[in-house]
């Protein structure tokens, strides 16, 4: 087991963007995107804050469609809970009998897998990351694992948010100081940076995500 912090992260995407280009800053409405998913991300929750980050991507020009997308995409922030938990379930049930990880997927497991995963490069490198999630879960349950791909593809069906920024917000809410999920942060980080996203923007979001109070419940 390991840990990471902010601090760590910060340092991270520092090095990452050392070679490319400055780029422009945020603009207001980008801004006000990520700030959003920050507010509501399930790790921060900022009752503060929700009502006036919602009011300030209207006013900045945001479209009803615009915040849904994003409110969605933060949504999925639950599925870390997956990403960290489905490979020790399955090592566990190994050790008790329970099911035997090296043994070929069965026809519907196998149709599944080709179906999502293949030999597509973005699953590969996300693997790379965390190294037998989506096997383990797609030995877990099929339900699981079809579900997992069915919601993650929601904020990217409509495409009323660019790309750039809901990598910057994703990348956001994995550096708020309640989450710190270093996995995603260094998925969101690449993405960025492939996506062609200058290093002042970057350095923006991850100050949006660093300003997220700690949890402080919501009643």
């Given at each position: 087991m390991?840990y990471?912090?902010l601090a760590e992260?910060?340092?991270?995407?520092e090095?990452?963007?050392?070679d490319?280009?400055e780029?422009?800053?945020?603009?207001?409405?980008s801004?006000?995107?990520?700030?959003l998913?920050v507010?509501m991300?399930?790790?921060?929750?900022d009752?503060?804050?929700?009502?006036t980050d919602i009011?300030?991507?209207?006013?900045?020009?945001?479209?009803l469609?615009?915040?849904?997308?994003?409110?969605a995409l933060?949504?999925?922030l639950?599925?870390?809970?997956l990403?960290?938990g489905?490979v020790?379930?399955?090592?566990a049930?190994?050790?008790?009998g329970l099911?035997q990880?090296?043994?070929?997927?069965?026809?519907k497991?196998?149709a599944?897998w080709?179906?999502?995963?293949g030999d597509?490069?973005?699953?590969?490198?996300?693997s790379?990351?965390?190294p037998?999630f989506l096997m383990?879960?797609?030995?877990m349950?099929?339900?699981l694992f079809v579900g997992?791909?069915?919601?993650c593809?929601?904020p990217?069906?409509?495409r009323?948010?660019?790309?750039?920024?809901k990598?910057l917000a994703a990348?956001a809410?994995?550096a708020?100081?309640?989450?710190?999920?270093?996995p995603g942060?260094r998925?969101h980080?690449?993405?960025?940076i492939?996506?062609?996203?200058?290093?002042?923007?970057?350095?923006?979001?991850?100050?949006i995500?660093?300003s997220a109070?700690?949890?402080?419940?919501?009643?």
């Open positions: 390991s990471t912090s992260l910060r340092q991270l995407a090095q990452k963007t050392t490319i280009e780029g422009d800053a945020l603009d207001s409405l801004a006000a995107l990520i700030a998913a507010s991300a399930v790790t921060s929750i009752a503060r804050r929700i009502d009011a300030a991507a209207f006013d900045a020009g945001a479209s469609e615009q915040v849904q997308e994003i409110v933060t949504s999925g639950g599925v870390h809970t990403m960290i489905c020790p379930v399955i090592e049930a190994r050790k008790r099911v990880p090296d043994e070929p997927l069965d026809a497991r196998q599944l080709d179906k999502h995963v597509d490069p973005f699953w590969k490198a996300f790379e990351e965390l037998g383990a879960m797609l030995r349950s099929p339900d997992f791909f069915e919601y593809a929601v990217w069906k409509t009323t948010v660019s790309p750039h920024v990598e990348l809410c994995d708020a100081p309640s989450h710190q999920f270093g942060f998925v980080l690449a993405n960025c492939k996506l062609g996203i200058g290093s002042r923007a970057i350095m923006q979001a991850l100050d995500g660093a109070p700690p949890h402080q419940g919501y009643a």
